[in-house]
């Protein structure tokens, strides 16, 4: 028989993301409408491994669903990859009666998370808070849609300077491991090349791809480059090798970098954390735990970590093909 949850745990762990705020509402929230006492741990797994926190109400929370980052804090807690760390944290959760937690952040949060609840029995929902968008199992993460409109607005900008100069930007987007701002923002911006960490495209495609813009009467370029992609070492040398072979070319590098983080989330973005985080606390009510909320075809879904946690995350290979039709 499932414990009976009276006090559930709340934290922001690993990199921010707009919304993060938002679902940290509504976890303070849901829990008072279900009449559960609320704990914000600040720092993430480091604010649990230290006693840091605070008891949450439905007034504590008033004002912050605007805001962009995390009310919380947020750190990435090498303490809690060891034992002892782990323990320190789950000795913390026994003191002040923490029955549960909800999870907010990206794919290590998950995994330090499913290590700690299977060490202690804890149950604990995941959701998805990562402009990435870079984990399996839900169609959108917290803060993905704020982020490309971010970059959107910024690569509007730059074309206007772009056009009035004829220059090629190479803009560089977040993305270490997954290309999902690349590729989307490349798309609605109308960049003429999109660089991608799951498509080598070399460095060869890269110049035929140019040289057919400058043909096709094209004065000034826009390539949109994931942080992670493979076709260079870093942005800045696929601009010097595209200076050294096509000096025709006046090029710009533009890196876009934690403002893509920043700002008020999107109404998609606090909608999405307001659904997904009462969901989170009604399934630790339900008795369900070690799973993560999503979003699937608009529809509220539950799967389990290991789903989630997948190195597959789906790029839309449907995008990559449009992008080279409209690039023409």
Do not use: W
């Given at each position: 028989?499932a ?13 921010d993301a ?7 509402r ?12 609320c ?8 604010g ?7 008891v ?45 937690m ?28 990562t402009?990435d ?6 169609n ?6 704020t982020?490309?409109n971010?970059?959107i ?28 701002i690349?590729?989307n ?10 660089l ?26 826009i ?12 942005v ?16 710009r ?5 934690h ?16 659904r ?11 008795g369900?735990?070690?799973?993560m ?22 790029i ?5 093909r ?6 023409t």
């Amino acid at each position: 028989m499932a414990k009976e949850i009276r006090t559930i745990g709340v934290m922001t762990s690993g990199g921010d993301a707009p919304g993060m705020n938002a679902a940290i509402r509504a976890v303070a929230r849901a829990c008072a409408y279900y009449n559960v006492k609320c704990i914000g741990f600040y720092r993430g797994y480091q604010g649990m491994i230290e006693g840091d926190y605070s008891v949450m109400n439905a007034r504590s929370v008033r004002n912050i669903i605007s805001m962009g980052g995390t009310i919380l804090k947020s750190a990435r807690s090498k303490d809690f990859m060891t034992p002892e760390g782990r323990k320190k944290a789950a000795d913390h959760l026994k003191e002040i009666g923490v029955d549960a937690m909800v999870l907010i952040g990206g794919d290590g949060t998950f995994r330090g998370g499913q290590i700690f609840s299977e060490e202690y029995n804890i149950p604990v929902i995941g959701v998805p808070g990562t402009i990435d968008n870079d984990i399996a199992g839900t169609n959108y993460t917290i803060g993905y849609d704020t982020a490309l409109n971010t970059v959107i607005d910024a690569i509007d900008k730059i074309r206007d300077t772009a056009s009035s100069h004829d220059r090629l930007f190479f803009i560089e987007v977040m993305g270490r491991d997954a290309g999902f701002i690349a590729l989307n923002s490349g798309v609605g911006a109308g960049a003429e090349e999109i660089l991608i960490p799951e498509e080598d495209l070399g460095l060869d495609r890269l110049l035929e791809s140019l040289k057919r813009s400058k043909r096709s009467g094209k004065a000034s370029s826009i390539v949109v480059v994931s942080e992670g992609d493979k076709t260079g070492k870093n942005v800045f040398e696929l601009a010097d090798y595209v200076t050294e072979n096509l000096p025709d070319y006046d090029v710009r590098v533009t890196v876009l970098g934690h403002m893509q983080r920043g700002g008020s989330p999107s109404c998609f973005d606090r909608t999405l954390a307001s659904r997904l985080c009462v969901k989170a606390v009604e399934l630790l009510l339900d008795g369900k735990k070690n799973v993560m909320v999503g979003i699937i075809d608009n529809k509220i879904s539950a799967t389990s970590f290991d789903v989630g946690l997948q190195e597959d995350h789906g790029i839309n290979k449907e995008l990559l093909r449009i992008s080279d039709i409209l690039s023409t």
